[in-house]
């Protein structure tokens, strides 16, 4: 079975650092580009960034918002995904998820989120 | 960056309904297009993608419609389980971006 599942998440003073894993299981996880999304309370969905697969030398995108701040990350033999956040303002307070894509780069697979709060 | 503009944001429908949600992009992105589902509380679901391909496992009273800026989603017999919110979401070009998202609810 095809699972993804987030941690790391936490209460964290504005300024501060969190890094957000992704452990996943049931494919290959060095096949596929992987996405960060979060969804702020009450709010849509809003793309953070993504790590292209292996075959696309692992090349990262990232929203402008988090941009210089945060760092996406891989570990293929690990199994896992890394979402670094660094300078964390109050307005990254997020429901974050990781999100696998297909090969046409749709996000066909999700985990079931882990929660950010930044808050002094 | 690309817009994407849902509507309705917000529907009130039957049970047996056909619903149909419209999603308008602030330029072309040809039918670089997907729908998700998600439901409160829960992770976002893959319906559709390239704006007409139901995913697998989805049931058939979803479709999909449009090319260019505008395009549907439309549930043919809404269901109990369909009472969620949708959101569009391109992949034309970076940033990704998604709709405001359509809360469907019962009426």
């Known amino acids: 079975e095809v699972q993804l599942v987030e941690s790391g998440g936490g209460l964290v003073q504005p300024g501060g650092s969190l890094r957000l894993s992704c452990a996943v299981s049931?494919?290959?996880?060095?096949?596929?580009?992987m996405d960060w999304v979060r969804q702020a309370p009450g709010k849509g969905l809003e793309w953070v960034g993504r790590?292209?697969?292996?075959?696309?030398?692992?090349?990262?995108e990232y929203a402008a918002s988090v941009k210089g701040r945060f760092a996406i990350s891989r570990d293929d033999s690990k199994n896992s995904l890394y979402l670094q956040m660094n300078s964390l303002k109050t307005e990254d307070t997020a429901v974050y998820y990781c999100?696998?894509?297909?090969?046409?780069?749709?996000?066909?697979?999700w985990g079931k989120g882990t929660t950010v709060t930044v808050s002094s | 960056d690309i817009q994407l503009t849902q509507s309705p944001s917000f529907l009130s429908a039957s049970l047996g309904d056909r619903v149909t949600i419209t999603c308008r992009a602030s330029?072309?992105?040809?039918?670089?297009l997907a729908w998700y589902q998600q439901k409160p509380g829960k992770a976002p679901k893959l319906l559709m993608y390239?704006?007409?391909t139901l995913q697998s496992g989805v049931p058939s009273r979803f479709s999909g419609s449009g090319s260019g800026t505008e395009f549907t989603l439309t549930i043919s017999s809404l269901q109990p389980e369909d009472f969620a919110t949708y959101y569009c979401?391109?992949?034309?070009?970076?940033?990704?971006?998604f709709g405001g998202g359509t809360k469907v609810e019962i009426k």
């Open positions: 790590t292209r697969n292996k075959a696309n030398s692992y090349t990262t």
């Open positions: 330029q072309g992105i040809s039918s670089y």
């Open positions: 049931g494919f290959t996880l060095s096949d596929h580009s």
């Open positions: 979401q391109q992949r034309q070009d970076y940033p990704l971006t």
């Open positions: 999100a696998r894509d297909t090969q046409y780069y749709y996000m066909d697979v």
């Open positions: 390239a704006a007409s």
